[in-house]
């Protein structure tokens, strides 16, 4: 192949078309690494300039006639694709000599001449009109809709559906020369020029209408539907009539009151009526200007009957589906019907005159908002209002929409509010809005909100603010579009009504400052495309891993992804940086990400291009990032990298094996000599225990047994010297039987105490009714006892400490109570409940003052009582006064207490 490429296209089958040759002498096509060389058709010394294959694989060239020594082109070539015939066309007499050509998808040439562009018609060449007829086209490209833009030297034109669109070149650029040229896959025009590098042209995808096309004032407040398919707008400089491209204009010299256009409405019949600051004015439809019923002058008639007389502010207009027209003032809302009006203001129960919005909705009833008083429902003849007081975000409602789900949607000044089945919730920036202020609200064929603010104008989608109402979701998303989409200014008119309009073929109009705006949602949403997604570099402890910018040592490539091993100590800082190639608001691509193996839920990251994480375990992660496009476009595919933390020796799951079984064994180890250890304790301890129940029952024994044998040895005596006295021996006799009957009493109470086959609760219950019964036998007092049965008290375990101490305490209770109370009656009662056992004993003696307790001839029983309670870890509680009797309660808690034999 020659050294100098000239130039080269791509050809339909796959291959390509190389133009060679230090004048271009040659030409060839390259397909699989193989060259087929192409003659020269021109006359001799004529170098190729261009090479061009059309939709029917007839390829194009075009030469300059060295001879002539024009530096342009005088011959064009066509080379038939089978028989390789050769049509020449001389064009040095055609006197537009050819600076470029192009072929469009529907196979028509097009050529760029010293003098403009044309079209190729068989032998003739179609000039096209324009003011730039004397502009050298020094280059053609075609777009993907078949658009021509040409390159010259006042800068890029583009000549689409009969018209010329101008994008001069900045002033401080020198004169450009366009040698190529190209749009990418988000409609951005991209030129490479000699001298000023390469140039971008944006195409907005909202079009905006004002001055420069006809509009009769830059600034615009109304737009409705016109029946004819066109639009009317209202301008604060009169209005205009839009169709096709083309304005007509209506201002003050048509015989409007004022200029200043706030609300338009045409009616059924054809009638247009239009709110000014001073007035209504009606204007038939298809008639021309004219009166309300007939033509005065070509002029319009202003309303000046009562009640219109006087009012200075007319802010919206609507047309019900009964034909009946209603107009919102700065005095109330107006009814006309039968050509007569009716007044609702504040007396009737409207929340405020000042009346900006009017929607009807499928049931007949009107909703109304207002400036200062928030939304009214109009039901029946009644107002039923929602103000802040009931929940809405402001007063000030401008905007009403009625969905399809019966909710109303309310923008206000502040925040964006619906209300459903009685109840409003309001959304703000805080959950996700693109501004707070909303002058306009629409509703697209797609599920989507079109809400205008001074910002610009945003979508959002109408299912993400119903999810937020209902609590499903707690954020919403939006897309802005401003000056950089299409707009001439982002600053968008409202207040009154209609701020904006849908027509039948779904297409939306917003007033703004400078024109209106249309936007077309089934335009925009079609021409989302997902940006592909770029991971751009991995650190990790400040050391880079990867980057696409140069390769890496330490990266692989697996499945075309990124992969990486990491060495142990490398996961205290991670930073990942990820992006997505876009060209048209690159700050608007939104991104999410996750990191498998550390969380599988996805982090919004918005328009974050970077990722940190921050001590992660040794193991394997695998990054995925995803992104959404301005348009929400979500693309599906993720970019991701796989990499793996390598542990420490420490960390190591052998290691960890190892230590496992080392801690094992000291473990065993050591349980084994604890073990040993608490049986060497046991032993004791139960020796112990046994030498102290021995003391305690050698010491009941000496107690209880020595006292009472030592006074039946002496009342033996006694008996043995009163032999000769009858009366005198039979008492001491009769003694002696009864300090004999005490001891068998005391032996059994002992023995008992002693058995451990008594040592249960339930046992404990039991023998306490029987020894109050007998203990009670022969003093006179009555006793009611209260027992749980054996069902209530389960037959558990009762260490012999706590039945022999609580034993001792119920028997000093009684032993009081018998001698010292003067009591007539005593109850008893007995509870439990798991694990807590209570007993309460209550008689209606002389009872004593508690503050003066040590003055009482028991209190040392009581103090007994009390200690002895306490080494159980239980608790006694005296109740008494004088006169009325004393109450004991006794409490243990069995779960703590100490454990049998302890």
Request: hydrophobic share 35%; charged share 20%.
């Amino acid at each position: 192949m020659r050294k100098s490429i000239m130039d080269v296209e791509p050809g339909r089958a796959g291959g390509i078309w190389v133009l060679s040759g230090n004048n271009g002498n040659f030409l060839s096509y390259w397909n699989h690494a193989k060259a087929d060389h192409v003659p020269n058709p021109f006359p001799r010394n004529s170098s190729i300039q261009f090479v061009i294959e059309d939709i029917e694989n007839r390829v194009w060239t075009s030469s300059d006639n060295l001879v002539h020594n024009t530096g342009y082109v005088k011959w064009i070539a066509r080379l038939d694709p089978d028989s390789r015939v050769v049509v020449n066309a001389d064009l040095s007499n055609s006197k537009r000599d050819i600076l470029s050509m192009v072929i469009d998808s529907k196979g028509e040439m097009w050529f760029g001449h010293k003098g403009g562009i044309s079209k190729r018609a068989g032998a003739e060449f179609i000039a096209l009109p324009g003011r730039f007829s004397n502009q050298h086209a020094e280059y053609l490209m075609v777009n993907n809709q078949d658009a021509v833009w040409v390159s010259c030297p006042i800068g890029i034109v583009r000549w689409e559906s009969g018209r010329w669109l101008e994008f001069p070149w900045p002033e401080h650029y020198q004169k450009n020369q366009t040698f190529q040229g190209m749009q990418d896959q988000e409609g951005n025009f991209w030129f490479a020029t000699r001298g000023n590098g390469l140039q971008r042209i944006r195409l907005g995808k909202l079009k905006t209408r004002s001055v420069d096309e006809g509009l009769i004032h830059f600034s615009t407040w109304a737009i409705c539907k016109a029946q004819d398919g066109g639009l009317w707008i209202g301008t604060g400089g009169g209005f205009s009539h839009w169709k096709d491209g083309e304005f007509n204009n209506y201002g003050r010299d048509s015989g409007l009151p004022h200029g200043w256009i706030t609300s338009l409405c045409e009616t059924r019949s054809g009638l247009l009526y239009i709110g000014t600051r001073s007035g209504t004015v009606e204007w038939p439809r298809g008639v021309g200007l004219s009166h309300l019923c007939t033509l005065k002058d070509d002029r319009l008639i202003t309303f000046n009957s009562d009640p219109l007389m006087g009012f200075s502010r007319i802010w919206a207009l609507y047309e019900d589906s009964r034909d009946i027209l209603w107009m919102g003032t700065s005095q109330g809302l107006f009814q006309s019907k039968d050509n007569h009006w009716t007044q609702f203001t504040e007396k009737d129960g409207l929340s405020n005159p000042d009346v900006r919005a009017i929607v009807e909705s499928p049931d007949g009833t009107l909703w109304i908002g207002t400036n200062g008083g928030g939304v009214n429902h109009y039901v029946n003849g009644s107002f039923q209002k929602f103000t802040t007081n009931e929940g809405l975000s402001n007063d000030n409602a401008w905007s009403i929409h009625l969905d399809q789900d019966d909710a109303v949607w309310v923008g206000t000044e502040y925040g964006l509010n619906r209300i459903k089945d009685g109840q409003c919730f309001s959304i703000f920036q805080e959950h996700g809005l693109f501004d707070d202020l909303v002058n306009h609200l629409m509703e697209d064929d797609f599920g989507n909100f079109w809400i205008s603010c001074n910002r610009g104008i945003y979508r959002v989608g109408k299912k993400d603010l119903d999810d937020l109402a209902d609590g499903k979701v707690d954020h919403v998303q939006y897309v802005a579009y401003g000056t950089t989409d299409g707009m001439r200014s982002s600053e968008t008119n409202g207040e009154f009504q209609p701020a904006g309009c849908k027509t039948v073929d779904g297409k939306l109009y917003f007033p703004t400052s400078d024109g209106f705006v249309e936007i077309d949602p089934k335009e925009i949403l079609s021409s989302r495309q997902p940006h592909p997604i770029v991971i751009e570099s991995f650190q990790a402890e400040g050391h880079t891993y990867y980057s696409n910018a140069h390769s890496v040592d330490s990266a692989n490539t697996k499945e075309g992804n990124p992969s990486l091993n990491l060495p142990a100590g490398t996961s205290h800082f991670v930073e990942i940086k990820y992006s997505a190639n876009c060209f048209s608001h690159p700050e608007r691509i939104q991104f999410k990400y996750r990191l498998r193996g550390h969380h599988e839920d996805w982090i919004q990251a918005g328009s974050r291009r970077v990722a940190y994480f921050s001590n992660l375990n040794p193991g394997e992660y695998q990054f995925q990032v995803k992104a959404a496009n301005a348009n929400s476009a979500l693309n599906l595919d993720s970019a991701q990298m796989a990499f793996v933390i390598a542990p420490h020796f420490y960390q190591r799951t052998t290691f960890h094996v190892a230590l496992g079984f080392l801690i094992l064994g000291l473990g065993l180890g050591v349980h084994r000599m604890i073990l040993m250890n608490r049986m060497r304790v046991a032993g004791l301890e139960s020796q112990v225990t046994l030498n102290r129940e021995r003391s305690r029952i050698a010491q009941d024994l000496h107690d209880e047994m020595g006292a009472v044998l030592t006074q039946i040895t002496m009342l033996g005596e006694l008996a043995d010297r009163e032999k000769k006295h009858p009366d005198r021996l039979s008492r001491s006799i009769a003694k002696i039987k009864s300090r004999s009957r005490s001891l068998t009493q005391s032996l059994d109470e002992i023995v008992w105490a002693t058995n451990p086959k008594q040592d249960t609760l339930e046992s404990l219950v039991s023998y306490f009714s029987q020894f109050t019964t007998n203990f009670l036998h022969s003093t006179g007092i009555d006793s009611e006892l209260q027992m749980p049965s054996p069902v209530e008290i389960p037959d558990i375990p009762l260490d012999s400490k706590i039945r022999h101490h609580l034993y001792l305490i119920y028997k000093e209770a009684l032993t009081n109570i018998v001698k010292h109370a003067e009591a007539s009656k005593l109850s008893v009662v007995c509870h439990y409940d798991q694990p807590r056992f209570s007993m309460t004993l209550t008689d209606n003696g002389i009872g004593f003052q508690t503050s003066h307790r040590a003055d009482h001839p028991y209190d040392n029983g009581l103090i007994n009582m009390e200690d002895r309670m306490r080494q159980i870890n239980g608790s006694c509680e005296i109740h008494s006064i004088p006169g009325e009797g004393t109450q004991i309660h006794l409490f243990v808690d069995l779960s703590t207490s100490p454990s049998p034999n302890g």
